[in-house]
């Protein structure tokens, strides 16, 4: 589900920029089990920043960057710096049917997209489908009682869910949470990995 206006002032502005290069970039790092990651997806990318620390930080040689919205594509792109050039890839697609072959890549990552879906369930099979066995997802996510509370956003009900469901849910798909920090229930940053 694309973001409401709202929505576009908070995640397109220098402080989410700075939040996710410094904090969730270094903390997914340092959850990460290995150096390298050198076939990336990125669901959800917005403006980009995520695709960059997917290649700074997590050294991939190649990242396919996703989002439904064709508008946060088109910044995407404008905002590219030309050293990364051939290294990003930035496409228009719906994370809920992902246009690519199953086991693709090392590493799937989603900076704050799951609780955008419609069908959260559709996604994180989607995430399982198109990751390498031993791959791992990276997430930050929100939980459903601060969705809930906050009512500024528009996000749909099928993206709700608590951490306990969301761990159930990757397992079911054969995806094992190996590192996660808690904020309440706020939300969750971690990592899991494929079996
Ligand atoms: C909260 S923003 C996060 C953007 C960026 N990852 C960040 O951390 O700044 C969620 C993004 O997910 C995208 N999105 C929502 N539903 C989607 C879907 N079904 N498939 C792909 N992207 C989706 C939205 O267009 C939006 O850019």
Redesign the pocket.
Known sequence: ???NLI??L???NPL??FS?KHL?GPLLRRMASRKEYPLCL?????????AEIIVKQFGAQKVIA????P??IEIAKKHLRPELRDKIEFRT????AIDEPDEKFDAV?????I????DWRK?LKEVSRVLKSKGEFFF?EFLRPFIRAFTL?SHPRG?EFGFEEFREELKNNGIDIINVRRFGNIGIIGVGRKG
């Open positions: 589900m694309k973001l929505e576009r908070i995640v397109n989410r920029a996710q969730e990125e669901i959800g990318c917005g403006r980009g920043i995520g996703t989002d439904i919205d508008y946060m697609a719906d994370a809920m990552f989603s900076f704050g997209v609780h955008h879906m419609e996604a930050e956003a993206g």
